[in-house]
Each structure stands twice: as structure tokens, then as C-alpha cells.
């Protein structure tokens, strides 16, 4: 099982609408949750950390954590054309992050 | 505050030669890590640095060795590149690894190929 898995393929969405990105883990004990935002060609960057169960909201983002159900969910809303990029879900593991591969999405104007 | 700096941006070397990448942070980090980026398999672990003076192996060590310098700096060295070390590598910072949170903040990258 993967540490840290995003299935989805890439996610084309409408400038205006929500878009959506989950993540699963499987480290039970994991506390520490990020979401990095990386542009092509460009380093990831962080836009989100969340610590506990519920939602946090920073500006049109928000993260969502359910350490019950192992999964951590990223919401953009009114979504613009700059965030077309991919999403990259973290999770603290031991000493390190173990990142999954990456949501791509594309925001349609 | 430049944050994390890397050079050299880009490299091209052939299969047996070797080399350093450099990372240095302003932002008085004590701990700091290397990765590298591969389609298709997201961001791997090659090594960190929990502290000042200390390294230690991440998920895909082999063929790779580190050297936290001081404080601020922390080197990667291929000794023998091969083709399978093309790749991004991408350094990044936090604060110390005990504090729990362990955000990170990465550098641009050097894209580094192996022919």
C-alpha cells in the first residue's frame, strides 16, 4: 500500500467553479498534513498544512482532514486560470514527507 | 530573505563524472533535505539533514552522498553520475524536525541530465 495515494487523473474545471482534490494515506499515526501547489517547471510550493480533524480555510482554499476515514481533501474555490497547475498532497512520516504523485488541474476560462 | 538557493540551475554530464549541487537557506533552518522528481513518481527522498552535523539515508540514497556544511548549507555530490540520475533535484528546508509540523520550503531545482 502507498503512503500517500492521489488517483485522480487531471481535473479540468471551469474558471469560477470548485475544484476538488483528495488524498488517502495509510500511516494511521501520521498527525502533520500539507498541500504544495507546483506550477510546470517550477519548484512545489506550499499552500495549505492542516493539523486536525475539520476544515481550515485560507482564502479561496480549503483543506479538509479526516483522520477517521485516512484521507485529507484540498477545495479551490472560484477557481482562476492561475491555479492550473498540480496539487501535491504531503504527509509527515516519521523524520520526512511522503508526497504522492500529484494531482494535475486545468482551469478552463 | 532569498529563502533556498540552488546552483547550478541546469547541468549535462556524461555517464562516470561527478558532481556537487549546492543549497544554502536564510531562514534559519536547522533541518534540510534533497529530492529528486521523476515523472510518473513524484517527489522521492534521497537524504536530509535533521541538524547541524547530522545526515541521514532517505528512501533512494545509493549512488549519492551529502555534506551539511554549516547551519545554512547542504551539498549533494554524484561521485559516478549514471543515466538514471537524470532527474530534478530539489532542496528544501524547516524548522527542526522534533517541532512535529514540518514545513517545507523548497528551492527552484537543478535539472540535471546524464548521457
Known amino acids: 500500500q502507498k503512503e500517500v495515494e492521489q488517483n485522480s487523473g487531471p481535473l479540468s474545471v471551469p474558471e469560477g467553479a470548485i475544484a476538488s482534490l483528495n488524498c488517502t494515506y495509510s500511516?494511521?499515526?501520521?498527525?502533520?498534513f500539507f498541500w504544495y501547489r507546483q506550477y510546470s517547471g517550477k519548484s512545489p510550493e506550499l499552500i495549505m498544512s492542516?493539523?486536525?480533524?475539520g476544515d481550515k480555510e485560507d482564502g479561496r482554499f480549503t483543506a479538509q482532514l479526516n483522520k477517521a476515514s485516512q484521507y485529507v481533501s484540498l477545495l479551490i474555490r472560484d477557481s482562476q486560470p492561475s491555479d492550473s497547475a498540480t496539487y501535491l498532497c504531503?504527509?509527515?512520516?516519521?523524520?520526512?514527507?511522503?508526497f504522492g504523485k500529484g494531482n494535475q488541474v486545468v482551469v478552463i476560462p | 530573505n532569498a529563502g533556498v538557493t540552488q546552483t547550478p540551475k541546469f547541468q549535462v554530464l556524461k555517464t562516470g563524472q561527478s558532481m556537487t549541487l549546492q543549497c544554502a537557506q536564510d531562514?534559519?533552518?536547522?533541518?534540510m533535505y534533497w529530492y529528486r522528481q521523476d515523472p510518473g513518481m513524484g517527489l522521492r527522498l534521497i537524504y536530509y539533514?535533521?541538524?547541524?552535523?547530522?545526515?541521514d539515508k532517505g528512501e533512494v540514497p545509493n549512488g549519492y552522498n551529502v555534506s551539511r556544511l554549516n547551519k545554512r548549507e547542504f551539498s549533494l555530490r554524484l561521485e559516478s553520475a549514471a543515466p538514471s540520475q537524470t532527474s530534478v533535484y530539489f532542496c528544501?528546508?524547516?524548522?527542526?524536525?522534533?517541532?512535529?509540523?514540518?514545513?517545507?520550503?523548497f528551492g527552484p531545482g537543478t535539472r540535471l541530465t546524464v548521457t
Open positions: 528544501a528546508s524547516s524548522e527542526a524536525l522534533g517541532q512535529g509540523t514540518l514545513e517545507q520550503y
Open positions: 492542516i493539523y486536525s480533524n
Open positions: 531562514m534559519n533552518h536547522n533541518s
Open positions: 539533514s535533521a541538524s547541524e552535523g547530522t545526515t
Open positions: 500511516d494511521r499515526v501520521s498527525q502533520s
Open positions: 504531503a504527509v509527515k512520516v516519521d523524520n520526512r514527507l511522503a
